[in-house]
């Protein structure tokens, strides 16, 4: 089977959090699409809202993982950290990808909350975990994938 699991969150400001993003966390791959007339209508959007300043739809990547977003127009967005948390998860034994996230971690410093420091663990792999502005929770996570089951050394 193919398939992916892509993160997908509502901001009260989309626009707001994709700049954050690539701001602090150095988001690449950033697009972000307006609702047109006819989709503002289609959800409620009261008529002369500047159309420009909110998202529809738009995503980015960290460390190469997508992640996708839009303005929450079906009510108030709520921080879902106490039930789900963003995991990237790292090759540590790729030097590159493990720089990648060494440097990832350095950037977030004093943009964050930090409710786990990046450090060493008894696995073997590295693992942190922080608060964003937002209230999304975040894990960086590397290890070495060699050690992990076969089926899941080819995701």
């Known amino acids: 089977m193919q398939a992916k699991l892509i993160p997908y969150i509502a901001y009260p400001s989309a626009k707001a959090a994709l700049a954050y993003y690539q701001r602090v966390f150095g988001a690449t791959d950033v697009y972000r699409l307006s609702p047109t007339a006819e989709q503002a209508s289609q959800f409620g959007i009261p008529a002369g809202q500047d159309l420009d300043a909110l998202t529809m739809h738009g995503g980015f990547r960290v460390l ?5 977003c839009a303005d ?4 108030a967005a709520a921080p879902a950290q106490q039930q789900i948390v963003l995991q990237l ?9 493990a720089k990648a996230a060494d440097d990832l971690w350095a950037r977030l410093q004093g943009q964050v909350t930090v409710t786990m420091p990046y450090a060493p663990q008894f696995w073997g792999g590295k693992m942190g975990q922080c608060t ?5 929770t ?10 992990r089951p076969a089926e899941e050394q080819n995701e």
């Open 89 to 97: 998860d790292v090759n540590s034994e790729d030097p590159a990808s």
């Open 64 to 68: 190469g993982t997508q992640v996708e």
């Open 132 to 136: 964003d502005q937002f209230g999304v």
């Open 138 to 147: 975040w894990m960086l996570h590397a290890q070495p994938w060699s050690n």
């Open 72 to 75: 929450a127009f079906n009510g």
